[in-house]
């Protein structure tokens, strides 16, 4: 078990997208790595389309929240939202984003940007936008040096986590797996 | 830490977990944001281990109440968990409860939402309980929340008294690595005394318990395993942190942080009523000045008697209003070790307001009641269907069951005037059950004129579908009774009663129309609006309609669908010189409503 790994990352969308199912994806990664999770979510009223957040650590943490400039990590289902929740991100940290545009999140850090809506149709599975950002994150988490973020997982570690959820309802599992993989192929090089 | 036994989760489910692994032998609930997942969590243990325990939904929190403190009367251990707003609705046995006291364990769990993120109001349950005069605990963590749950009812049963676990949204809604631990095997001997003179107590009895209670309140200010405890070692100071619930958890890695964990003494409450006496004594006679952190009243504060050592909410040290979030906390906190201040917060734009789901059958009520009474007064409840705000088809929420003696209330305010307005009352068939009966039959007493549309989706679908006593099912999955609502509003006295299916817009505006007419000179009309929740249906699996919808030339973008209508799958497109609207493939559950909702018929079945 790594003492040292301590990371913040801010979950960001609206009701419906799966911001939720994401977070429990990491979760689950983190503690079969051994690590300690702490995630905070938004229930309630807002799961009705309005804005849904989640609060994502790994490590030695009290607290559930992550206060604004404090984030590691900003995975964006909605590019709308950077207005929101953009200011959460440290300085040197790292953002992806559903977007088809490329998206300043403030003046030293543009994000990398996935159309993940358009690719989850392109792919029949338009509920699995969510899976296509993640996708995207632990490709650059998985580079040697350009575009490389620190990530404590892997795409195989989330891969072993799609499997375990989803068992042997196979066509569910696949598709997922697949979203997954198609958002970590878009990193170009 | 063991890999193999640490699950991660949801701060209700810990809190659940708890309750079994206590011994808890039933368990009632009443579903409200942030506390409904924890009884759902209770029957989930309870079906994966085979537990020979009840746990059920009630049809309101007073009945959950009652229903479990009867089975601690017999000397088991129960539990009833509800949000804080159910609580009031609780309140009138839980004072009762607090004199006669209990036999076996009575865990009261009042889950708080300051922000407020999902309810009516901030209120803080821990004045609840002393204004019971019970002892209430306050959990930082989920972790500690499933701690709590062994303590409270070893405390509970120490003094025979009900414990209240106030955990607040952040703890209920995070997640956290936790170690399961056993369930016990053994089963307790179910036994109700019979003892009138104190289940049964008269008033003269009561004045006796009384002061019982207040003799084991000064006792459980002095209970060990939960008296404040100091959590870092610090040098002489003569300035102290007193914090309680999950401020005390952002305070832990504020102080690290700041690198002054070691300058600041710091102490955590876990039990902030009563407030152990040793420590108050300990706490004025040691320090000079007091920062008291907590949500989302002083309840701590008060009880610290010194008014110029103590900084908190009374002293506007602290906000009264609002979440106390972990940049605040940061900047109060900063302020009072007289460290330089930075700027911790930010401001950020305004949310994206929430909104009915794509399919919504309430939207389908709500365009008819706009259109059947497109003057009326409308009064509405708790549930998803608040959100007919959007569409200006509520004008009024107040609290559970409102909605039917508000409309009394607007008609008696008007009864003498010459023009009178027509009202339209809506009501979710759980909010019904719970808190709309009585008020009902106050209004077929009171020969109410309104219209009140009974918006029947099958499921209690804001707080994620728990059933209602008109789905035949419990918990666990089980079969149950199953109360009919048409009979219901029958039982009560009604006598124009319909029942139809919104989705039918062109039946179900007319129909609409003639229980607002038959109310003008009648009456109360009952319309029972029925159709299922949308995710209620894909939950079970079942499919709805498939009526293809596409957009026709006739559009000219006035824009009349996206004001009235609302649905989240229409997108308007303000395109200089063509204005229209759209429909996202994504988001339409192809339920055909809005075919019939365009004044020029733009919305056209695809072929
Ligand atoms: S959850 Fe059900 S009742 Fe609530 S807005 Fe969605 S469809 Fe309507
Ligand atoms: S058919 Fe019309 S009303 Fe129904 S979900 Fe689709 S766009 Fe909305």
Redesign the interface.
């Known amino acids: 078990m790594s003492k040292a790994v301590k990371q913040q990352i801010l979950i960001s969308g609206v009701g419906g997208q799966g911001v939720l199912f994401i977070t429990g994806l990491l979760a689950e990664a983190a503690i079969n790595k051994g690590l300690a999770v702490f995630t905070s979510e938004t229930h309630g009223m807002a799961q009705r389309g309005g804005t849904v957040v989640s609060h994502f650590k790994v490590g030695d943490f009290s607290s559930p929240l992550i206060r604004p400039f404090q984030a590691d990590g900003l995975l964006v289902l909605k590019d709308e939202n950077i207005a929101q929740h953009g200011s959460f991100l440290r300085a040197g940290g790292w953002a992806v984003v559903n977007s088809s545009n490329d998206v300043k999140i403030n003046k030293d850090l543009t994000a990398s940007a996935v159309d993940a809506d358009r690719l989850a149709q392109e792919i029949a599975n338009p509920k699995a936008l969510n899976l296509i950002v993640l996708g995207l994150a632990l490709a650059r988490a998985g580079r040697k040096r350009r575009d490389r973020i620190n990530l404590f997982c892997s795409l195989a570690d989330v891969k072993k986590v799609l499997q375990k959820r989803f068992g042997g309802r196979q066509k569910i599992r696949d598709a997922s797996i697949k979203a997954l993989e198609a958002g970590y192929k878009e990193l170009r090089n | 830490?063991s890999?193999s036994k640490?699950?991660?989760l949801?701060g209700n489910e810990a809190i659940a977990r708890g309750l079994i692994e206590s011994g808890c032998a039933i368990a009632t609930s009443y579903p409200g944001?942030?506390a409904?997942e924890i009884l759902a969590a209770v029957a989930f243990f309870q079906n994966q281990e085979s537990l020979p325990i009840h746990t059920q939904w009630a049809v309101n929190e007073k009945v959950a109440f009652e229903v479990a403190y009867a089975g601690c009367q017999t000397g088991l251990r129960v539990a009833v968990s509800m949000k804080q707003v159910g609580l009031n609705v609780a309140s009138d046995p839980l004072m009762s409860a607090a004199y006669l006291g209990v036999k076996g364990g009575f865990v009261l769990i009042s889950a708080d939402d300051p922000g407020p993120?999902?309810s009516q109001t901030e209120q803080d349950s821990r004045l609840m309980a002393m204004f019971a005069k019970i002892p209430v605990l306050d959990p930082?963590?989920p972790r500690q929340a499933k701690e709590l749950m062994g303590i409270a009812y070893d405390l509970s049963e120490a003094y025979q008294i009900p414990v209240m676990v106030r955990p607040t949204t952040?703890v209920c809604?995070?997640?956290?690595?936790i170690a399961l631990g056993a369930i016990p095997k053994t089963k307790r001997a179910v036994n109700f005394e019979k003892n009138p003179a104190r289940w049964a107590a008269t008033p003269k009895f009561r004045l006796q318990l009384h002061g019982e209670l207040e003799e084991k309140l000064n006792a459980i200010a002095k209970y060990r395993p939960t008296a404040p405890k100091k959590l870092n070692r610090t040098s002489r100071a003569t300035r102290a942190i007193i914090a309680s619930g999950?401020a005390a958890?952002?305070i832990?890695?504020?102080l690290k942080e700041l690198k002054i964990w070691s300058k600041i003494p710091f102490y955590q409450v876990v039990q902030p009523f009563p407030l152990h006496s040793k420590f108050i004594d300990q706490m004025i006679e040691t320090y000079e000045e007091i920062l008291v952190i907590e949500e989302t009243m002083g309840v701590i504060e008060m009880q610290l008697a010194d008014r110029y050592r103590v900084k908190g909410k009374m002293s506007a040290t602290v906000p009264k209003v609002g979440e106390l979030?972990?940049?605040k906390i940061?900047q109060i906190v900063t302020d009072f070790a007289g460290l330089k201040s930075e700027v911790?917060?930010?401001k950020?734009?305004p949310?994206?307001?929430?909104?009915?789901?794509p399919g919504c059958p309430h939207r389908a009520s709500f365009f008819a009641i706009k259109k059947a009474a497109p003057k009326g007064i409308y009064t509405s409840d708790i549930g998803?269907y608040?959100?007919g705000l959007n569409m200006g088809a509520v004008d009024t929420v107040l609290c559970m069951g409102a909605a039917i003696s508000q409309a009394s209330g607007f008609y008696h305010a008007y009864k003498n005037e010459k023009k009178r307005p027509d009202i339209v009352a809506t009501i979710g068939d759980s909010t019904f059950f719970h808190a709309g009966v009585p008020a009902l039959i106050d209004a077929v007493v009171q020969k109410v004129g309104f219209v009140l549309v009974i918006l029947d989706n099958r499921t209690t679908a804001?707080?994620?579908n728990q059933p209602t006593p008109a789905t035949g099912q419990g918990a666990c999955g089980e079969p149950t009774g199953i109360v009919d609502i048409r009979s219901l509003v029958e039982g009560c006295g009604v006598k124009f009663i319909r029942e139809a299916n919104p989705y039918e817009l062109k039946n179900f505006i007319p129909l609409l129309k003639e229980a607002v007419k038959y109310s003008r000179k009648n009456g109360p009309a009952v319309v029972i609006s029925k159709y299922p929740c949308v995710l209620h249906r894909a939950r079970q699996g079942e499919s709805g309609e498939s009526i293809p919808v596409e957009v026709s030339d006739a559009c000219d973008g006035c824009g009349y669908c996206i004001k009235h209508f609302e649905c989240?799958a229409l997108i308007y497109h303000d395109d200089e010189d063509d204005k229209h609207v759209s429909i996202d493939?994504?988001l339409c559950t192809a339920c055909g409503v809005c075919l019939n909702v365009c004044p020029k018929g733009a919305f056209v079945e695809k072929q």
């Open positions: 830490m890999k640490r699950r991660l949801l944001t942030p409904s993120h999902s930082d963590s952040r809604h995070s997640r956290q690595d999950v958890a952002h832990k890695d504020i979030s972990p940049e940061q911790f917060s930010i950020s734009p949310s994206r307001r929430p909104t009915l789901c998803c608040t959100l804001m707080t994620g989240p493939p994504i």
